[in-house]
């Protein structure tokens, strides 16, 4: 059949026009914003390529490397828990136990709660003195363990990422599964008859066939964890307590191109930079993840 | 038939656009980050459109941290409001909106009779006021009078008093202290507050010429004040947010809190019987005076050719006379910055606006300081991470002590000669 541009283009075209308006141009004026300091209001200076200078070698380095680790550490505490965490259950959800359907739609829950309300519930859940957390630890005889989980700075950020993996695992549990299922039944089945045990199966079977799954989760992983922002803002607020032991790089764009109470420095200028960088960092390492994931399958 | 139709059908829609267009001419909308003043501006539109002003004000408040992007933005677009909150000068962000021309000058427009000058000072700049001031802050020490009275202790003259008071307090299983922790600016205010007491305004005067520096060793002990006060607070202070601290203070649950006088609407809101009662932070010794930190909160700004300005003009005539403040205070409890308002017959407000007038420090070192006019700045940039890292043991009080040099000599010059 013959591929007719015309009627092609023409459904291209809305997509395209969206894209360009909310996507491309966006992306294009915070380059061309980074390029400038500027408050808001007034008329902007141009600074050239200072903007970045001060977040990568100046004086805005210490919060943005401290940021920039945090996601780091983020992503690599996040792929490794959710991943595995949302596997485990998948494997023993898609044995079909009984009552499996409802723990299936336990598991999910959590996904269809707004990030918000998650904040708010996991702020009074944590909270030191009325918090669940807390009071329950008392109660079992464990009150020594009772901690400020969201102001101790040595606590605060995993306490983050702790919630975080209680709000999305549903999401990783419902691929692994998917993936899981999608196995033929014969290759299995095929295993019992030349007598393997489960644990042959999960790990001659199942684990590398659903390793190329694995790889996507991790990749969105990737992208997610450096756009980390609503669950951070919504149990520490701009600032990122304490003392920026929270703080990311969505934060750290946020308190700096909006400012506001407690906000080091507001330049739109700096957080166009900051945002510019995180996007030098996420495509790239995006890029060649999926060329040596792609490599590796052929 | 027809013909009474069509005509019946213009007249209601002449009639709609009039009314439309009357609504939107007499709509003076205004922004603030202070969703407590809702009510304040709901009878100042009644009281106007007694007087003959058919004003409808349309109040918008917003979270206070992101106020500032929101104002600042919707002004560059052309989409702002006709009065807003502006925030005290000195300050980078007022200044900000001065100089790209977006706020009308009020003199000669609005009759300033009723205000001081040092209140007016702070909304000045270049020669000319920008906007007509609302409420005098007080911070310090708000206390349960209950809670003194049932264990016989007295307001403290002394620091080591008011260490006494909380060790009894402890003793006998109440909470000295509830601190919002997790809201490091409250950290950066007790700082402050306690600061013009212990180290006192001479102190502060010395370190604003240059005379002395925060590596003094007075600074570093008012910070080992602090650092050793925190044995008085609650478990996992850092932990907790000025919402918990309303309501634990209202209710009881701690005997004092390190506040301003805005919070006392909150309180009462919360637990009408509170019996409130406020000190400020005792000196160290009995000789030396004590003082309050007091400061200029905002002013009303009239927006550079906002769509109703004679309407908004108006508005702010009123704003600047005693029946403003006495509206004003008589709802949110705070202190009017206008002159001749009556305020509430309210024995603390009574007294906290005395201490305003007689215990005021005439230098600091945060609100309205100079240090907090450029960056880093001693208030978001070195106290407020500084005091959670002392607080959460990460750095001692020297450390904090020479955070705050290194970080003001960056920029401010009085301050470079002294490493």
Redesign the interface.
């Given at each position: 059949m013959k591929i007719k541009w015309f009627d092609l283009l023409l459904f291209i075209l809305p997509a395209f026009f969206l894209y360009t308006i909310f996507v491309v141009y966006p992306f294009i004026s915070s380059i061309y914003l980074s390029l400038f300091n500027w408050?808001?209001?007034?008329?902007k200076k141009y600074v050239g390529l200072k903007n970045f200078f001060d977040v990568l070698f100046g004086?805005f380095k210490g919060e943005f490397f401290n940021a920039f680790g945090h996601n780091i550490y983020f992503f690599i505490l996040v792929s490794i828990i959710e991943v595995s965490l949302g596997f485990i259950i998948a494997l023993g959800l898609a044995t079909q136990i009984k009552g499996y359907h409802i723990f299936r739609s336990i598991v999910y829950l959590p996904n269809v709660i707004s990030m918000v309300l998650v904040g708010f519930i996991w702020g009074l859940i944590?909270?030191?003195?009325i918090g669940l957390v807390?009071q329950f630890l008392k109660v079992i005889g464990l009150g020594s363990f009772?901690?400020?989980?969201?102001?101790?700075?040595s606590l605060a950020f995993n306490t983050i990422i702790a919630v975080n993996i209680w709000r999305h695992l549903g999401f990783y549990v419902l691929v692994m599964l998917a993936a899981i299922i999608n196995i033929q039944p014969d290759f299995i089945e095929a295993a019992y008859i030349d007598g393997a045990s489960n644990w042959d199966i999960v790990k001659n079977i199942i684990i590398p066939l659903t390793i190329p799954t694995a790889q996507t989760l991790i990749l969105l992983l990737f992208i997610w964890s450096f756009s980390v922002f609503e669950l951070v803002y919504a149990l520490?607020?701009?600032?990122a307590?304490?003392?920026?032991s929270t703080d990311v790089l969505g934060t750290l764009f946020y308190r700096t191109?909006?400012?506001?109470?407690?906000?080091?420095?507001?330049d739109l200028g700096l957080g166009a930079a900051i945002v510019t960088l995180m996007f030098i960092v996420i495509l790239p390492i995006s890029f060649i993840y999926v060329r040596l994931v792609e490599r590796r399958r052929i | 038939m027809k013909k009474f139709l069509s005509i019946l059908l213009v007249f209601v829609f002449f009639s709609l656009f009039l009314t439309i267009s009357s609504g939107t001419e007499n709509k003076v909308e205004i922004w603030s980050w202070r969703s407590q003043d809702a009510e304040v501006w709901a009878r100042v539109e009644k009281e106007l459109n007694k007087r003959g002003i058919p004003v409808k004000i349309d109040f918008r408040p917003f979270v206070?941290?992101?106020?500032?992007?929101?104002l600042?933005?919707a002004?560059?677009g052309g989409t702002g409001p006709d009065i807003f909150y502006a925030r005290r000068l000195p300050g980078?962000?007022t200044q900000?909106?001065i100089?790209?021309?977006?706020i009308e000058p009020l003199d000669g427009k609005i009759k300033f009779t009723y205000f001081s000058s040092t209140t007016l000072k702070s909304i000045r700049s270049g020669g000319k006021t920008y906007g007509v001031p609302f409420a005098l802050q007080v911070v310090g020490i708000f206390y349960n009078k209950d809670i003194y009275d049932k264990f016989g202790l007295k307001e403290p003259q002394t620091w080591d008093e008011l260490i006494n008071n909380c060790e009894i307090l402890k003793k006998n299983g109440i909470t000295p202290f509830f601190i919002p922790?997790?809201?490091?600016?409250t950290l950066v205010m007790q700082h402050a507050m306690c600061g013009v007491s212990i180290l006192g305004p001479e102190w502060i005067r010395d370190l604003i010429n240059g005379r002395t520096n925060f590596l003094d060793p007075k600074f570093v002990d008012l910070n080992r004040r602090l650092n050793d006060l925190k044995k008085y607070y609650?478990?996992?202070?850092?932990?907790?947010a000025v919402t918990?601290q309303d309501a634990?203070f209202a209710f009881g649950?701690a005997a004092m809190v390190f506040s301003g006088i805005w919070g006392l609407q909150t309180w009462r809101q919360l637990n009408p019987k509170v019996n409130v009662g406020y000190f400020m932070v005792p000196p160290l010794t009995k000789d030396k005076k004590p003082y309050a930190y007091v400061y200029m909160d905002g002013a009303f700004a009239l927006v550079k050719g906002a769509k109703n300005r004679d309407m908004a003009l108006k508005v702010l005539e009123f704003t600047a006379t005693p029946d403003f403040g006495t509206i004003f205070s008589n709802i949110t409890y705070n202190i009017p910055a206008v002159l001749g308002a009556k305020v509430p017959s309210d024995p603390l407000l009574l007294e906290v606006l005395e201490v305003s007038k007689k215990h005021a420090s005439p230098y600091v070192y945060w609100v309205g300081s100079v240090f907090v006019t450029q960056?880093?700045?001693l208030y978001?940039?070195i106290l407020?991470?500084?005091m959670?890292?002392m607080y959460?043991g990460?750095i001692t009080p020297e450390e904090l002590a020479k955070m705050a040099q290194d970080g003001i000599s960056q920029w401010y010059k009085p301050l470079m000669k002294k490493k």
């Open positions: 408050v808001g209001v007034g008329a004086s944590l909270n030191p003195q807390n009772t901690r400020p989980w969201l102001g101790d700075p520490e607020g701009v600032q307590g304490p003392f920026r191109a909006f400012g506001g109470l407690g906000s080091a420095r507001m | 206070a941290t992101e106020y500032d992007a929101k600042m933005l002004l560059q980078g962000r900000a909106i100089d790209a021309g977006f922790g997790k809201e490091a600016w609650q478990d996992g202070f850092l932990g907790n918990d634990a649950q960056k880093p700045s978001d940039d407020a991470p500084g959670q890292a959460a990460k």
